[in-house]
């Protein structure tokens, strides 16, 4: 395995783990490889060092991992507690409860979920008033 840091046309740096070089290779040239910023594929490898291990004596402290790295991560929990406190999570039937909401066929509320990226563009497509939403559900974070 090996982690490349990288970088995307509109500049945000991130970094992700690949089998090899040729898996990122690979997985670039099929636009696998997106900014989980703003979901552009260019996509470019970030001049890296290599990982050096520092002895014990002078390791750094632990950083917080569960505070926001920066504004944007901040704003963006600030909205998933605002959906979490005032929307449903109906999970993987996120699809179809859309769909009975916007017939009539179920009550009227405020509801989150997940759909797979046909039944989005789908729904998109009919009309019904959904969006993507900028993280994942609690289940699915690490």
């Not at 017939?103 to 969006?131: N, Q, S, W, Y």
Request: glycine share 8%; charged share 25%.
């Amino acid at each position: 395995m090996i982690r490349y840091s990288l970088k995307c046309g509109a500049g945000h740096g991130f970094d992700s783990w690949f089998k090899g070089a040729e898996a990122f290779s690979a997985l670039k040239a099929a636009g696998q490889v997106i900014c989980p910023v703003c979901g552009s594929a260019t996509v470019e490898k970030e001049l890296m060092a290599p990982a050096v291990r520092p002895a014990r004596k002078a390791a750094a402290p632990k950083p917080d991992l569960s505070a926001p790295g920066s504004e944007l991560e901040e704003k963006i929990a600030a909205l998933r507690r605002q959906i979490e406190a005032n929307s449903e999570y109906v999970g993987m039937n996120f699809a179809a409860e859309a769909r009975a909401i916007h017939a009539g066929d179920a009550p009227e509320r405020t509801i989150h979920g997940e759909a797979k990226p046909d039944e989005a563009r789908a729904m998109i497509e009919e009309g019904l008033p959904v969006a993507p939403l900028p993280f994942l559900p609690a289940r699915k974070v690490n």
